[in-house]
């Protein structure tokens, strides 16, 4: 069901009915402003990803600081992006459905869309789609560079995957996909510097072989958060893919820098609003915001600026909050914001981002590709 908006512009944010999806816009502009800035003396072009934020909104704001275009993973996402006036959009995902790819090819009328293939069945599919749309398609062939999930061997598999899609009538070989996700939530700086060396290793590896084989490789995408800088300094990484910079959430936020000390590149912008219900029991209350209000797949949420409250379990519509002995009972009623620890499916379980600057809500943005699955 879509829920109205639970707040309107000029409420103070302790009057904003709860659960709610709270955008601090100080730090989320803070976030936007310093990678845009990070990025503008690499040749590698900051195209972030809609998972995260599944809003036209925020995609604008990030491409009016420098970023080239959008990526998605699911084909409703790519629709939301492009009807939202995004112009490029790269699906970093395999898309095997007719009917899904019927809808790519025809959304290609209004925007460049790209997409990934990791077989010759891809290719095929891909082909009979473009041919009955009469448009030209452009792919890029992804190469498993650590993940161990998507994506074909670095190398000569990925070069002969590349030279059938050049070699196809209604497709262009646009480059190569390389995402190593699996490196964005090592702890250690050693570890994602190690990590990426290898990922680097195999894109060069595989930019190489096309080029012996005369394919021209205009792109090579990837990278992350938690990761990017190492991409944009490899000279080999043309896109780089960080979506959640723009939020931060609990679990890029263990990560560590190089002198061992908390990732604090960026700040926490993104916070799930949620009141004290009951404090029933000495030392426990309990928020009215569980599981389905925040996901708790990377850990349990904290609470935001108050290490001395601590959440210990979630259930479908609470959590429990402990608090220790001495500190005040928090008042029935009183606001919290939580710190998710994986933003992007918590903004899943939203319609709306209640913007908020200086304590009173802004604005009301619709998370227009909310529960895009197909």
Request: proline share 5%; hydrophobic share 45%.
């Amino acid at each position: 069901m879509h829920q109205l908006p639970p707040a309107q512009p000029g409420m103070r944010e302790s009057e904003v009915e709860t659960p709610a999806l709270i955008l601090d816009l100080d730090a989320f502009e803070f976030n936007l402003d310093t990678m845009a800035r990070m990025v503008a003396g690499v040749s590698a072009r900051l195209r972030p990803h809609a998972k995260t934020h599944k809003s036209p909104v925020v995609a604008n704001l990030q491409m009016r600081r420098g970023a080239i275009g959008q990526c998605v993973q699911k084909v409703a996402e790519a629709e939301v992006m492009a009807w939202g006036g995004v112009e490029d959009i790269l699906v970093t995902n395999q898309i095997v459905d007719p009917r899904k790819l019927a809808r790519l090819a025809a959304l290609s009328r209004i925007a460049q869309v790209a997409l990934c293939v990791d077989s010759p069945e891809h290719v095929s599919l891909l082909e009979a789609a473009a041919r009955t749309a009469g448009v030209r398609m452009s792919v890029l062939v992804e190469i498993d560079v650590g993940s161990r999930r998507c994506g074909v061997p670095a190398g000569e598999e990925a070069v002969g995957l590349a030279r059938l899609i050049a070699g196809s009538r209604h497709l262009a070989f646009a480059g190569l996909q390389a995402y190593h996700g699996a490196a964005q939530h090592l702890r250690s700086a050693v570890e994602r510097r190690e990590a990426i060396g290898k990922a680097i290793a195999a894109c060069e590896r595989t930019v190489e072989g096309l080029s012996r084989a005369r394919i021209p490789c205009g792109i090579v995408s990837g990278a992350g958060t938690g990761t990017f800088e190492l991409e944009a300094a490899s000279g080999v990484y043309t896109e780089l893919q960080a979506g959640s910079y723009c939020f931060m959430d609990g679990d890029y936020a263990a990560n560590l820098q190089e002198d061992g000390q908390p990732f604090r590149t960026f700040r926490h912008s993104l916070f799930v609003l949620a009141s004290v219900m009951s404090t029933a029991r000495p030392g426990l209350a309990v928020l009215d915001a569980g599981h389905k209000a925040v996901a708790i797949e990377r850990g349990l949420p904290t609470v935001w600026q108050q290490p001395d409250l601590r959440i210990v379990s979630a259930a479908d519509e609470h959590a429990r909050m402990e608090y220790p002995a001495g500190r005040a009972t928090p008042e029935i009623g009183e606001r919290l914001r939580l710190i998710p620890g994986h933003c992007d499916p918590t903004v899943d379980r939203f319609d709306w981002y209640v913007c908020v600057r200086a304590g009173r809500v802004e604005s009301v943005w619709p998370i227009t590709a909310r529960g895009g699955m197909q």
